[in-house]
């Protein structure tokens, strides 16, 4: 298959197109800012393709193709967030100052230890945990490459399917336990266990992904760990940067089954340090088994010597009423796929459907595969009890020999397309179910946006009453209070006024008292005298000049 038509989305052949027909991603779409270009090649060998999840704190993982072996891998780009960014030719990684570079050298550092010891378990070859290939230094940092796994985890899973149930989330988190026990063994805590991080491959095999938080610890376990966590998957010592150790791990374990089996994140450690307000399993799931429901709760509590301090105590926890696992069947694969045998090794590969043979290579030993299917992968439950008709019959001699034949090949298109068509209808019916239930959600969110709206606007009106209201009491008591002014002042000015006339009318009463008052025996001599000052003023007018020697002496 030429490179140029190689798809970045799934690394399926999509021919010329720019948008594939295989999982239906575009190329000229921009991809996040911080990430590498599409078709960027690293190390003459990895081919980068479109970015798996979102850019975490630590790093950027992508989807790449192993041009020498010619087959999908996982890369991881060591690229913490807030340290650095990518230089002017969009591929070289740099500090952002120089005191951010002497903690991303150290990153780098503990980021190829990391790499060394997962390749490590990648020796043990245990199959819920994920494969490190190699890793290379390249621009400036680091890539660790890994397997890639085509399916969905486990966040994408409850969202398909809802909560699980106890068998079904018991089958999920066994096989990660044990494989974390392996890694504890080896010092090493995984520290970012969670629903997004575990993810189920086509073949129903639950796998620990993202080891970018992991850190490899003392016999002792060390206090001076860097703070990664996910919130409500985290406990308290990894928030604060206390002491850590497998029961670590345990508490994100506890938190991921929690969340199958009741749909629900448990609240950050942080916050049910002074207040725990987790609801108990028993309360949320009555029916729940009570071994289990204690083994979650103990798992989840917030001092770390309450919970089992090492996976095989907490296995024993969830497995002691002795029942059988289940076996999953319900889990269906996420893309319908045929297994093919490997001519060479003799190594069963899953090939999607639809994928030519002759551009597929053995995940094991990379030979073409080109042996016939052994058997098909069944795409949904309803598909699980068909029962395939055999191809296996005996040929009968002369004519015989052609109805035979015509008649095996008939039931086999006849089998093939009542399978077909029960797969398109059922699909056909999930996607009516979705759509339907997509517009039930919009409709909903309209209908609440609408009484949200609706009550902002009451509490509105109301409260402009209330300040329409308020605004009438503060006048109303204003005028009063001026009406009560102008009436005071009204007393004060008639209190003045009336004053005024009491004194005016005691002054003329006292005038009048005066001149009304009696004679007494000596002014008949002042009155004569009075009368003769007079007589003597008038003769002076007269004469025009007046001697004072004619008036009275008075």
Avoid at 53 to 79: C, N, Q, R
Avoid at 294 to 306: H, I, P, R, S
Avoid at 437 to 442: D, G, M, V, Y
């Amino acid at each position: 298959m030429e490179l140029d038509h190689l798809c970045m989305g799934c690394m399926g052949d999509k021919g010329a197109a720019h948008v594939c027909p295989l999982c239906g991603y575009n190329e000229t779409r921009a991809g996040p800012p911080a990430a590498l270009a599409l078709r960027t090649e690293l190390n003459q060998q990895y081919l980068v393709g479109r970015v798996l999840g979102s850019p975490g704190g630590f790093g950027i993982t992508y989807l790449a193709w192993d041009m020498s072996l010619a087959t999908p891998v996982a890369l991881k780009e060591y690229k913490p967030r807030g340290l650095v960014e990518r230089g002017s030719d969009r591929l070289t990684i740099v500090p952002q100052s120089q005191e951010d570079e002497e903690p991303f050298r150290e990153g780098l550092t503990q980021f190829r230890k990391e790499a060394q010891l997962l390749a490590q378990l990648a020796q043990l070859n245990h199959p819920n945990i994920v494969r490190v290939r190699s890793f290379f230094e390249a621009n400036g940092t680091g890539y660790m490459v890994m397997d890639y796994y085509r399916g969905m985890d486990l966040e994408q899973l409850r969202k398909q399917q809802g909560t699980l149930s106890p068998k079904t989330a018991l089958w999920l988190m066994l096989p990660i336990l044990r494989g974390l026990w392996e890694v504890h063994q080896l010092g090493v805590l995984h520290r970012d266990i969670k629903p997004a991080n575990i993810y189920i491959t086509e073949r129903k095999q639950p796998v620990l992904l993202d080891f970018g938080a992991g850190r490899i610890v003392s016999p002792g376990y060390s206090r001076g760990l860097t703070a990664i966590r996910t919130p409500g998957f985290a406990p308290y010592e990894q928030e604060v940067g206390g002491k850590q150790g497998p029961w670590t791990d345990i508490y994100a374990c506890g938190a991921t089954l929690y969340f199958l089996l009741s749909g629900r994140i448990p609240p950050p450690a942080s916050d049910r340090k002074g207040r725990d307000e987790l609801v108990p399993l028993e309360q949320l799931i009555p029916s729940l088994p009570p071994n289990l429901s204690d083994a979650v709760m103990q798992a989840l509590a917030v001092d770390w010597e309450k919970r089992p301090q090492d996976i095989k105590a907490f296995e024993a926890l969830l497995t002691r009423d002795g029942q059988p696992v289940s076996s999953m069947a319900t889990i269906p694969p996420t893309v319908a796929s045929i297994i093919v045998t490997c001519a060479q090794c003799n190594v069963t590969n899953s090939v999607p459907a639809g994928r030519s043979l002759t551009d597929t290579r053995c995940a094991q030993c990379a030979a073409p595969l080109s042996a016939p299917v052994t058997a098909p992968a069944p795409s949904s439950q309803s598909t699980q009890n068909v029962t395939q008709p055999s191809t296996s019959f005996s040929i009968p001699p002369g004519k015989g020999r052609a109805i035979a034949v015509a008649l095996a090949l008939l039931v086999l298109l006849l089998g093939v397309g009542v399978w077909a068509k029960g797969y398109l209808e059922e699909e056909r019916a999930k996607r009516i179910t979705a759509e339907q239930e997509l517009q039930r959600k919009a409709e909903e969110d309209k209908r609440k946006v609408a009484e949200l709206q609706e009550q902002r606007k009451a509490d509105e009106a109301k409260r402009l009453q209330e300040e329409r209201e308020q605004l009438a009491a503060q006048k109303a008591r204003l005028e009063e209070d001026r009406r009560a002014a102008a009436a005071a002042e009204r007393r004060q000015e008639e209190a003045a006024r009336r004053r005024e006339r009491e004194r005016l009318a005691a002054e003329e009463e006292e005038r009048h008292r005066v001149v009304t008052k009696p004679t007494t025996p000596s002014q008949p001599a002042e009155k004569h005298t009075d009368t003769l000052d007079s007589i003597t003023d008038m003769a002076c007018k007269l004469w025009g000049h007046c001697d004072s020697n004619f008036r009275s002496g008075k």
